[in-house]
């Protein structure tokens, strides 16, 4: 059974940092993509992605918003994705989920199978 566990998730103020962890088990977790979406709470906007690698040659992909502040990891010893954001906003607040899949395309898109239950990140002015 696949299973996506996110952890991290706390209030936080402007300016601070933190770092989200996503446990991956039940699958070969080297061989797939990762990747960092996030949905902001009373938002019509469904999930929006954040950040992925891709599945070969660890190529990393943001967006826009949070590049230069957001870093993606992997540890595939330890099956672990890894989300370190610094320079928190509080348009930065929303609940973060990690995912994975064996297809590029399909994760960037926010249509992997394989989704965790999400962790809260909260940024006070």
């Known amino acids: 059974q696949v299973r996506l566990v996110e952890s991290g998730g706390r209030t936080v103020q402007t300016g601070d940092s933190l770092r989200l962890s996503c446990a991956v088990s039940?699958?070969?977790?080297?061989?797939?993509?990762v990747a960092w979406f996030r949905q902001t709470p009373g938002k019509e906007r469904g999930r929006e992605f954040v950040?992925?690698?891709?599945?070969?040659?660890?190529?990393?992909e943001y967006e826009d918003s949070i590049k230069g502040r957001f870093t993606i990891s992997r540890d595939n010893d330890k099956k672990t994705l890894y989300l370190q954001m610094n320079s928190l906003k509080p348009e930065d607040t929303a609940i973060y989920y990690c995912?994975?899949?064996?297809?590029?395309?399909?994760?960037?898109?926010?249509?992997?199978?394989?989704w965790g239950q999400g962790t809260p990140v909260t940024v006070s002015a």
């Open positions: 995912a994975v899949s064996l297809y590029d395309n399909e994760l960037r898109r926010g249509e992997s199978p394989y």
């Open positions: 039940g699958l070969t977790f080297r061989i797939y993509a």
């Open positions: 950040s992925m690698i891709r599945s070969v040659g660890d190529i990393t």
